[in-house]
């Protein structure tokens, strides 16, 4: 059974960084697409990044320039490094795994990410 734990979320004033990580157990994730997603109060639940089996990866136009995902297979972790953070980033943050056959989603349980102004 394939689990996702999320950590390193918190509080930072803003300009501040923060590195979250996505540990994940269970097989198939040197094949799946992992990305981050985050959901502000009130708000819909929306894609930040996203990193590709390939290494390819995709950002929000929001956060671009700021932050960094990335994917160490061998760990089977998944990193969002978050720099220059503003106060509308604050928002749990989200990891999901894709399977890459059947397209099926897992999620993890989220982190808390709070920016002060």
């Known amino acids: 059974q394939v689990q996702l734990a999320e950590s390193g979320g918190g509080l930072v004033q803003a300009v501040g960084s923060l590195r979250l990580s996505c540990a994940v157990s269970g097989n198939m994730f040197s094949v799946s697409i992992m990305a981050w997603y985050r959901q502000a109060p009130g708000k819909q639940r929306d894609l930040v990044a996203s990193?590709?089996?390939?290494?390819?990866?995709n950002y929000a136009d929001s956060v671009k320039g700021r932050f960094t995902i990335s994917r160490d297979n061998a760990k089977k972790t998944v990193y969002l490094q978050m720099n220059s953070l503003k106060p509308e980033d604050t928002a749990v943050y989200y990891c999901?795994?894709?399977?890459?056959?059947?397209?099926?989603?897992?999620w993890g349980q989220g982190t808390q990410v709070t920016v002060s102004s």
């Open positions: 990193v590709a089996p390939s290494s390819v990866t």
């Open positions: 999901k795994m894709r399977f890459p056959i059947s397209g099926s989603d897992i």
